[in-house]
């Protein structure tokens, strides 16, 4: 079974978010477990550039396994203020530790994420 | 339908498999990376359970005339313990499926297809044999055998070790050949020097009953040199890179072998040699011989890092739909985007450039000659 971490927040299209969730406050976003098992041995990441605009439940990004292409969607709208560059040489780390030295972006909120998942919402849907 | 389940079912969920249907069967994705499993069977070896292939069986005294009249290829001509491979086409000359004969005696021919096309390969075989009058019969013994592939440079070494003492000299055949073995504990085998990967390896083709002894077996006798078990993702990416087609991407009844750029697997007969006769196909695949082809196979391999996949359009200089993708992935060997492609034969001289829409981007990539990786002989 792959790991749902309490402490943290997620959409329905499998990414999660750590930290404050109110407007102004800056979280981190990566992939679920599930989302990495799924895809198989990540190659490439694509992730928004710093200073992009994101919208949630839009793309803006995307991730390349051996076997699959699959669109990052960013989970809270705001302004990315910083992209986790050691992805392009180790994406692996995405599979190794989706949670930890894997995350791949970071953004300030422009608004409050009110429609993310806890845990148990996220477990219900990635089923 | 409930999915088919290899005899190795309790191996891979004891191994804790990513499991994935495949034409019906439930059949290993990935064990652990993906990646990792490609890297172990280009430098050291892999195991794979390939018990979703089908296992026909075409006996009878005119074994080999009715397969030289249902196949491309001049089977007849095959020796005793030789491996071919070949094609089965249509009347149109399209492909009905890819595959590999073994001729394990002179009236016993194995054909081994698609697990997706296998009923019918199956079905064709018997009324090709039956409209032509000739006595042979096809038994599918699929599900009576499991085949077990052992793939990478130390296999030779790892399936050796798996003989019984005395019986181990596996070393000496060479490709596309098969033999009788006997492993370890008394368990028969019929081990082919064949594979999908584009490395050294052997097919072993067993019992059903026996599967999980010689598995188990593989995977002590090949702890030592690295040996992992592989799942079918790693075998796309080995056999893409080692630019193999796989039937449904690179081939279909829509386009003949010579499109696929392997005209070579058609025998017409050779001036001065035996009758090769008539074969299912053969009026319409000279036509294409004589007249030419429309659209080539090529390898395309790209500098950027976003890959091509199945179905992109290949694009020329204006953004024209010009070919289309059969084929792509990261190679994790190259480290570049690879892919296989129909395009005109205008197109096809390596390293012509041409564009791919990457989800609504253009990316370029060049022609390149098969295959992306060769081993050193």
New interface residues.
Partial sequence: MASIPEELKYSKEHEWVSGDVTSGSVVTVGITEHAA?AL??V??V?APAVGASVTAGEVCG?L????A?SELYSPVSGTVTEVNDSLENAP?SI?AEPYGSGWIFKVELSDDAGDLLDAAGYADVSE | MSALRSPLHAQHVALDA?LVDFAGWEMP??YG????E?HAVRNAAGLFDLSHMGELMVRGADAAAALDHALVGHMSRMGLGRAKYTMICAADGGVLDDLVVYRRDWDHFMVVANAANRERVLAELQARFAAAGLDATVDDETHAIALIAVQGPASAGIVARMCEAGADDVDVMKYYTGVNILLEGGTHAYAARTGYTGEDGFELFVAADTAADVWELALREGAADGLQPCGL??R??LRLEAGMPLYGHELSHDSTPFEAGLGRVVSFGVAGGPDRGDFVGREALARVREEGVAKTLVGLVGDG???A?TGYAVTDAEDNQVGIVTSG??S?TLGQPIAMAYVPPALAEPGTVVGVDV?GRREEMRVIALPFYKRDA
């Fill in positions: 098992e198989g041995d190659v490439f694509e995307e390349e396994s051996t076997k292409v692996e599979n | 990513s994705l990935r990376g993906d990646v990792a490609h993702a790693s796309d990416s890092r976003r890959a996949r992935l990261p994790p989800r």
